[in-house]
């Protein structure tokens, strides 16, 4: 696995578009990355989670990951969130539409563009 945070501390760095320089980099990653609070709405999530979904990550952002998976997935999902929430960090393996995830949730306080309050940081890789 990549170390993002080597990745995004280079990007912070050395780019007046922090923003855009950070996205770009965060849509290479074929890891699945995003934000969420602690109900699984989301704030932002790269292009290999919008993939996995199977929708535009226009089309995602505001929506729940329950939104987009199967009934058991999504209170895996809603479980995870609460658990990272309360403890601060997590790491499981999850069997997810037939295959199995290295799943990694933390805690991570920020304030989203509209003053919401965004909680998890998620990081998923389909097991090889």
Same mark, same amino acid.
């Given at each position: 696995?990549?170390? =993002? +945070?080597?990745?995004?501390?280079?990007?912070? &760095? /050395?780019?007046?578009?922090? !923003?855009?320089?950070?996205?770009?980099?965060?849509? #290479?990653?074929?890891?699945?990355? +995003?934000?969420?609070?602690?109900?699984?709405?989301?704030?932002?999530? /790269? /292009? +290999? $989670?919008? %993939?996995?979904?199977?929708? @535009?990550?226009?089309?995602?952002?505001?929506? @729940?990951?329950?939104? $987009?998976? #199967?009934?058991?997935?999504? !209170?895996?999902?809603? !479980?995870? /969130? @609460?658990?990272?929430?309360?403890?601060? $960090? =997590?790491? @499981?393996?999850?069997?997810? &539409?037939?295959?199995?995830?290295?799943? $990694?949730? #933390? %805690?991570?306080?920020?304030?989203?563009? %509209?003053?919401? !309050?965004? +909680?998890?940081?998620?990081?998923? %890789?389909?097991?090889?």
């Amino acid at each position: 696995m990549k170390d =993002i +945070s080597l990745i995004m501390k280079k990007v912070i &760095q /050395n780019t007046d578009d922090k !923003e855009k320089m950070l996205e770009k980099t965060l849509d #290479s990653l074929e890891e699945m990355i +995003s934000y969420t609070d602690i109900d699984g709405k989301f704030y932002y999530l /790269n /292009n +290999s $989670f919008a %993939k996995f979904l199977g929708d @535009r990550k226009e089309n995602i952002i505001g929506k @729940r990951e329950m939104d $987009f998976l #199967s009934k058991e997935a999504g !209170e895996l999902c809603k !479980e995870n /969130n @609460r658990l990272a929430y309360k403890v601060g $960090f =997590i790491k @499981r393996v999850d069997y997810v &539409q037939g295959k199995y995830y290295d799943v $990694f949730k #933390s %805690k991570v306080e920020i304030e989203g563009k %509209k003053g919401e !309050e965004i +909680s998890i940081l998620s990081l998923i %890789k389909e097991k090889k």
